[in-house]
């Protein structure tokens, strides 16, 4: 044999049918160059068109390649395919019959387990006897890959003696599996061909019929096992044939896979119909069932139950022991269904029944409860409502860091978890107390330099931990210094976001450290109420006077920003007015003192001033009219309902419009950047994008969080579920102390607790519990942004019974009972979709609270409220209780 | 990523036959026992049979579950291990771990809930096939089941002679946590215990989908209350899916026990059937696994082996491992023994029994010699000594570390280091490599 390129150029310039000829001639050994050969055919095949500088070889005939390919290749090369080339007019069985490799079965049978999909292709190997019929699973699974079915690859004979049966046996999984390959093939489906085979007698009816069971049997997903229970029901089993299999369908109640047991109890309903079950196997099949979770599965066990006991008062006992058993469900239906059975065949009398009923007393529905307990001789429950959650503890102290090791080893710990905002500050703090004497110990440093400029080049690092690298980094390497926001992360950093503020905060502090000086940071906050005291401000900046130094100026606009509302008294300070900084902190306790220069800080300092009146003087230092900036901003919420052109759609949409209408972008003020969020621009959000950075945003004004909340309406996307979604940190200050919720504030609350992601509406319903345990929020407020999101119509209602129905359960029953009737004053047009959960919950706590529904807009209301089911029903309930 | 290629090999798959008595389950092991004709290592009568089968279903559907798949992982195909079966003098155990190392489960049948007519002392892989599990959930609490394990209990399966085996590839740190789990488990404390309808009442209003966030779980007034925020004797809970294969089987419990291991977050949820006791034991975060806890990396950095090999010669199948036992036969102190014993949990030679407090002794069936040189953190640690990096200074340390200087300093909670992994995990999850290599210069 040549050498490889003279192999190569053979092949490249010859037909696949003389390549083939002259390498049949050879014996399987010496056909050599395969290392050459393979590299062609993944020029030729795979790899030419990912590799733009690559030219693609010239080939006089593709099949040539192949044939050599096959004929040189080691297994090594045959195991890396992923599918069996196409040969164009060379055809593969005559390759393989000219060829002879002695590869031939373990090749097919590998590529069959890898792609069944290469069935298609393989099948004539086998056909004209080249090799061993593959006896895999992976056989099976091409039968349930519609391309492969279609080609008719498969041999019929094969099908229906032997493959067919196998069918039920090996249930595949991701795109391979009957489920699936009937979902997407219109009427050509598996289900049809086989009920064909049945109907002319080619398959075996009753084997049929026994092997979808036997399939349902089996450890199948939900969506495989779906198609063997339709398959069963498309057969249509006869009532003799349900007769023969009733100890199957008994058998698949307690089945791992809900639709099952729903498919199962049809069979069990209609066979206990004609008489064909016995009772007592009846009744014990039937406790998996009753701990459904699907209420009408257990009702109609429920049902089931109660016709054994009216046949045979004998097993009555037994049938209303069952019948507790589905008392553990939460919904009230089937909890009064349950009693209905157990009253009716006389469970109050009946001992063992009455034990077993006194376990669940205190979890039934609160309507339900004195019946319960009547039933079974206990005492009724008094009012179980438990103490609400845990309000947040008061204010803790912010303890500045000790000492060096303190201020390092926080700073370092910050680097890899900014969660907690607090932890944050304080390791700038302990940078500005102690950076002067880190950066000239090398030993200190050094490890915060090494992990600074790591975190700097990493690609996804976020905004916050960027400004705390690059904070690291310079105050380690002071003769770099720190970068603007358009220099960090090549524009990640927004520039008029608050990690903007946070870097050109820490840049300041970092010229001080610079200089030798060891200060505080003024913004430090005093407790964990985000705040700094009057008088801690008033401490620290005569530190800074003593020393010589001005304070930083966007430091001093967040220490004013988190200033706090008491002990605003001027006079008892000593105030400086000399500089600008201390005329500033005298503006904000309320003295009368020269304005300007700065911008910046003196719409903080306005910010923080009591009472926010107007003043001229601040907003002429920006020549245009901005929000809070000399004078108040106005937010409302807007709530509103789209609907697709079809009508099959419908989204929310929540503006939050602000007066006066912000229009620039290219300032850092701290007073200002929550005005620049714009609604579905999520990357102008100025809080930021992760957990971290919101939470670091929420203590930029902690005594007026209006305008952040209002950042949090828009930055939500209510239809978004993640495994860490960062809104999460917008109610971060619910779980601090802080100032009474306004209109923003609730209505942040009820929008989260309607949001589609759990992990969202979680901490929103912790946030209530904590803002009514702390009397902060109203239920005027909460019911009236409640009635807004409800009467929107733009999201499931059961999202916010769901909710409600926990918070009221975690001790906030007479909160929430007031809530939901503020929400019942609609008129009956404006009547939003699932209602009848929330009417069950006000009902219910109605009953729990003793709040009977009497005022007239509720029952105005409720008489008007159209629908049947649960809606009609809870509506009569509560006019029945109102008249009550 | 290293793995251990391990071989599944079976005489053939494990079934559930009707049998002449009831129904049959047998368990199809890897090994057979030594000095037995028969080749079980049990042959026994459930008494529950209802519960057995439903809790073996359960360990089987934790060993065939990956709660959390890294991205570099997607494409690759996820093989499953199968569960380990012990027998032991009164207790017969099988115990799983899931394929993301976050999750491990343990059922164990005491006396009461078999009648034994054979048993061999051993530990052995059983076969658990996918028809096997699906044929588990129809056992009723009167069906007649008998249960053996055994290597030659199914010879002839389909198609005639059938050896099944299924090459797995076994990480390491999936070895190393299925091991490991056992000390964080000895470290536990008890929590709360749910009563069997408030236990059903908690995991039906868990969260139906994947909820990776942080939540808190605690007891009072006869409910659990699951929350966001932390509040007094609330048990962390993290990947809450994690707990959903109890839920079937809580209607048949007497109630469900919380134990937490306060250092690492991790809790144990059992539920209690009296004769048996089904154990789900979760890592603090479902990407997190159990071997990279290092809880038992400072003992076993220790280069004295004496105590471990004198208690390893005491090992002899027991249930209970009695520590004031052990140091009567060995001469050993209770210290050197609780680290001998940590040490050999963690090489797989032992699993923790939180109801008896006691260690128990199985030995995993995998190949864990190799496994006890591949602790990445041990291994740097013995770098950094070995390099002569670490200058002990005072009572604290410096450790040389590529460009940077690491401080390993004293303090009330143990050594602190400037190191990224200390400021990320702190004492969490055990010490770091420079803590480690100061521990490791400080013994020599």
């Known amino acids: 044999m040549r050498e490889d390129e003279d192999f190569l150029s053979f092949v490249c310039s010859s037909s696949g049918a003389d390549v083939l000829k002259t390498l049949a001639a050879l014996p399987e050994k010496e056909r050599r160059h395969g290392k050459a050969v393979s590299m062609l055919f993944r020029k030729a095949f795979l790899t030419w068109f990912a590799d733009g500088d690559a030219e693609k070889p010239v080939i006089k005939d593709p099949d040539a390649v192949v044939v050599a390919f096959f004929a040189t290749c080691s297994m090594t090369d045959l195991k890396s395919l992923r599918f069996v080339p196409h040969l164009k007019r060379v055809p593969l069985t005559e390759i393989f019959a000219a060829l002879r490799p002695s590869w031939t079965q373990e090749f097919v049978e590998h590529m069959v387990d890898k792609n069944p999909h290469a069935i298609a292709s393989l099948a004539p190997l086998w056909k004209a006897g080249l090799c061993e019929r593959p006896k895999g699973d992976a056989l099976i699974l091409g039968y349930y890959e519609y391309a492969v079915w279609r080609t008719s690859a498969l041999e019929e004979r094969n099908l229906l003696e032997r493959d067919v049966w196998r069918f039920f046996e090996v249930g595949g999984g991701g795109e391979y599996s009957l489920a699936n390959h009937d979902k997407f093939a219109k009427s050509a489906t598996w289900s049809n061909r086989l009920l064909k085979y049945s109907a002319s007698g080619r398959l075996d009816r009753q084997r049929l019929l026994d092997a979808s069971l036997d399939a349902l049997e089996r450890d199948f997903s939900q969506y495989i096992a779906g198609w063997y229970s339709r398959f069963h029901s498309a057969l249509q089993p006869t009532n003799e044939e349900q007769r023969d299999r009733a100890r199957r369908y008994l058998t698949l109640l307690s089945s791992a896979i809900p639709p099952t047991v729903s498919f199962a109890m049809k069979h069990v309903q209609a066979l206990e119909k004609e008489s064909a079950l016995d009772p007592l196997d009846l009744l014990e099949a039937l406790n998996p069932v009753l701990q459904a979770r699907a209420k009408g599965t257990v009702m109609a066990a429920l049902k089931l139950a109660e016709r054994v006991a009216k046949k045979d008062a004998a097993l009555a006992g037994r049938a209303m022991s069952k019948a507790v058993l589905a008392l553990v469900s939460e919904d009230a239906g089937v909890q009064s269904k349950a009693l209905d059975l157990i009253e009716a065949f006389g469970g109050a009398e009946d001992e063992a029944v009455r034990s077993d009923l006194a376990v669940y007393v205190d979890l039934l529905a609160p309507s339900l409860r004195e019946r319960a307990a009547r039933l079974a001789g206990a005492r009724t429950p008094v009012d179980t409502a438990s103490a609400l959650a845990p309000a947040p503890e008061a204010a803790q102290p912010v303890e500045p860091v000790a000492n060096t090791a303190a201020a390092i080893s926080l700073f370092l710990q910050v680097l890899e978890d900014a969660r907690d905002p607090f932890a944050v500050e304080r390791a700038i703090d302990g940078i500005a107390r102690f950076g002067a004497e880190l950066a000239d110990n090398e030993i200190a440093i050094s490890p915060l330099r090494k992990r600074a400029g790591q975190i700097l080049k990493l690609p996804a690092t976020t905004g916050l931990r960027m400004v705390l690298a690059e904070t690291g980094r310079a105050l380690a390497s002071p003769d770099a210094p720190m970068a603007t926001p358009e220099e960090l992360g090549q524009g990640k950093l927004d ?222 996307d209510t239809y978004q579920k993640l495994s860490d979604n960062p809104t999460r940190g917008y109610l971060e200050p619910f779980f601090r102390p802080g100032p009474n919720v306004g209109q923003m504030v609730a209505a942040v609350l009820v929008y989260y607790l309607g949001c589609e992601d759990a992990s969202v509406r979680a901490r929103a319903e912790d946030a209530v519990l904590a803002a009514f345990a702390t009397d902060r929020l109203e239920e005027a407020a909460f019911g009236a942004a409640l009635r807004t999101f409800i009467l929107a119509d733009a999201l499931p209602t059961g999202r916010w019974t769901k909710s409600l129905k926990a918070i009221a359960a975690a001790g906030a029953e007479q909160q929430v009972r007031d809530a939901i009737g503020r929400v019942l004053d609609f008129s009956p047009e404006a009547t939003p979709r699932d209602i009848g959960g929330l009417l069950e919950l006000f009902f219910e706590l109605c009953t729990s609270t003793g709040s009977l529904p009497e005022q007239a807009a509720i029952l105005r209301c409720l008489w008007g409220i159209p629908g049947g089911g649960k809606v009609s029903k809870f509506r009569k309930k509560l006019l029945d209780l109102a008249e009550a | 990523m290293a793995a251990l290629d391990h071989a599944f090999r079976y005489s053939g798959p494990s079934k559930l036959r009707d049998s002449a008595d009831g129904r049959a389950l047998a368990l199809v092991s890897e090994a057979a026992p030594e000095s037995s004709e ?26 065939g579950s990956r709660f959390y798949v890294p991205p570099a992982m997607l494409a690759r195909i996820l093989r499953e291990a199968d569960p380990v079966a012990t027998v032991g003098p009164s207790a017969v155990r099988f115990e799983g771990f899931s394929a993301c190392c976050s999750t491990y489960i343990r059922l164990d049948l005491y006396d009461d809930a078999l009648e034994v007519s054979e048993r061999r002392h051993g530990t052995t892989n059983v076969d658990f096939g996918a028809e096997l599990r699906g044929a588990l959930a129809s056992v009723g609490r009167e069906t007649a089941l008998g249960l053996s394990i055994g290597a030659r209990d199914v010879t002839v399966a389909r198609d005639g002679h059938e050896i099944i085996e299924k090459k797995v590839p076994l990480p390491v740190r999936w070895l190393k946590g299925f091991a490991e789990v056992q000390v964080v488990i000895a470290e536990m404390e008890p929590v709360f215990r749910l009563p069997r309808v408030a236990a059903q009442r908690y995991l039906r209003a868990l969260p139906r989908g994947k909820a990776d966030h942080q939540l808190w779980v605690s007891y009072a007034g006869g409910t659990a209350r699951v929350s966001t925020r932390e509040t007094q004797g609330a048990v962390p809970l993290r990947g809450v899916q994690r707990l959903r294969v109890l839920e079937p089987l809580t209607a048949l419990a007497n109630d469900l026990q919380v134990h937490v291991n306060q250092r690492t977050g991790a809790t144990s949820w059992a539920l209690d059937f009296g004769s048996q006791r089904l154990w789900l034991v979760l890592n603090a975060e479902p990407w997190r696994g159990f071997s990279g806890d290092g809880g038992v990396l400072s003992k076993i950095a220790s280069e004295d082996d004496t105590a471990v090999a004198a208690v390893r010669a005491q090992l002899n199948w027991q249930d209970r491992i009695d520590m004031t036992t052990l140091a009567g036969a060995t001469g050993l102190t209770i210290s050197e023994i609780s680290r001998a014993l940590a040490k050999l949990a963690a090489i797989g030679l032992l699993g923790f029994d939180l109801h008896s407090g006691c260690y128990f002794h199985r030995v995993l069936p995998f190949d864990m010699k190799r496994v006890e040189g591949l602790n990445p953190r041990l291994k740097a640690a013995r770098g950094l000594v070995d390099k002569g990096t670490v200058y002990i200074k005072g009572d604290s340390a410096l450790v040389e570390s590529e460009t940077a200087v690491h401080t390993v300093s004293p303090s009330e909670e143990g050594w602190r280091c400037t190191c990224p992994w200390f400021a990320k995990n702190g004492i969490e999850r055990g010490p770091c490599k420079h803590v480690l290599a100061v521990e490791i210069l400080l013994d020599q």
């Open chain 1, 495 to 716: 520039p008029v976001g608050a990690q903007a503020v946070h870097l050109a905060r820490n840049a300041e502090i970092l010229r001080h450290v610079a200089g030798g000086y060891r200060l505080p940071m003024l913004s430090l906050p005093c407790d964990s109420s985000g705040t700094v005291m009057v008088e801690t401000l008033a401490g620290r900046l005569p530190e800074y006077r003593a020393a010589g130094v001005t304070p930083g100026i966007t430091d001093l606009s967040l220490a004013l920003m988190r200033l706090q509302s008491e002990r605003r008294n001027g006079q008892a300070y000593d105030l400086s007015c000399e500089h600008e900084t201390d005329r500033a902190f005298a503006y904000a306790l309320g003295e009368e003192v020269a304005i300007g220069p700065n911008p910046s800080l003196w719409a903080a300092a306005w910010r923080a001033r009591p009472g926010n009146a107007v003043d001229d003087r601040i907003t002429a230092l920006f020549k245009e009219d901005l929000p809070n900036c000399g004078a108040p901003a106005r937010m409302h919420l807007e709530v509103d309902r789209k609907d697709s052109e079809s009508g099959e759609f419908r989204w929310i949409t929540v503006q939050v419009p602000t007066t006066p209408i912000m229009r620039t972008r290219k300032r850092i003020l701290p007073a200002l950047f929550f005005h620049q969020a714009k609604n579905a621009y999520f990357s102008e959000l100025g809080s930021g994008h992760t957990f971290a950075e919101i939470a670091w945003a929420s203590l930029i004004h902690p005594t007026d969080p209006e305008p952040f909340f209002r950042e949090a309406i828009l930055a939500q």
């Open chain 2, 38 to 63: 028969s080749g079980r290592f049990l042959s026994a009568k459930a008494l529950v049979p209802d519960v057995t089968a439903k809790g073996l279903r359960a360990v089987s559907d934790i060993v």
